[in-house]
T-cell receptor, first 112, second 114 residues
């Protein structure tokens, strides 16, 4: 079984809809991250959490919110989706020691 | 704060030729360095990492990278590429101390031509 899972893997939605992307991990890591990937822009950090009670904004947090429900679960929400949020979204986890990150398979989100 | 520059956005290379993907970083403190690979329609996986010790680091699939502190570089190399190496490659940097996430470069797309 995969160590970092993301649901759904693909989602098409309409402008203005609320969307939640979910991430679960079995690696036992305290640290979790949400990134979006756009062609030519690489990976950009949206939010990160270093433990259950810690939430931090990343480079591009506007229009997004997160919830850390447990050590193993970290959800990303788009309160009112817009077309420029169409992207590939990745969840990742890491240990405290070296910050090496382990990625989920990604969620492809299309906002029409 | 740390930053990463991948000097080439796209690198085309013929099969069995050598390749070098360039990465420079900026940091005022000691760092850990990583290369990740993303194959088409997949997530990112770790290719190799530099934490300490030998500056020449070997990774999976025949790749290696050399940490050069004076030039603040961490270039990725492979002596002979295969079609299956076609992918996007990301360089990333992390502070040795301090609670800050990895900082990624914008990626280099390697296309291996038969």
């Amino acid at each position: 079984d995969a160590d970092v899972t993301q649901t759904p893997r693909n989602r098409i939605t309409k402008t203005g809809k609320r969307i939640m992307l979910e991430c679960s991990q079995t690696k036992g890591h305290d640290r979790m991250y949400w990134y979006r990937q756009d062609p030519g822009l690489g990976l950009r950090l949206i939010y990160y959490s270093f433990d259950v009670k810690d939430i931090n904004k990343g480079e591009i947090s506007d229009g997004y919110s997160v919830s850390r429900q447990a050590q193993a679960k970290f959800s990303l929400s788009l309160e009112s989706a817009i077309p420029n949020q169409t992207a590939l979204y990745f969840c990742a986890t890491s240990e405290v020691s070296y910050n090496e990150q382990f990625f989920g398979p990604g969620t492809r989100l299309t906002v029409l | 704060a740390q930053s990463v520059t991948q000097l080439d956005s796209q690198v085309p290379v013929f099969e069995e030729a050598p390749v070098e993907l360039r990465c420079n970083y900026s940091s005022s403190v000691s760092v850990y360095l990583f290369w990740y690979v993303q194959y088409p329609n997949q997530g990112l996986q770790l290719l190799l990492k530099y934490l300490s010790g030998s500056t020449l680091v070997k990774g999976i699939n025949g790749f290696e990278a050399e940490f050069n502190k004076s030039q603040t570089s961490f270039h990725l190399r492979k002596p002979s590429v295969h079609i299956s190496d076609t992918a996007e490659y990301f360089c990333a940097v992390s502070r040795v101390s301090g609670n800050t996430p990895l900082v990624f470069g914008k990626g280099t797309r390697l296309s291996v031509i038969a």
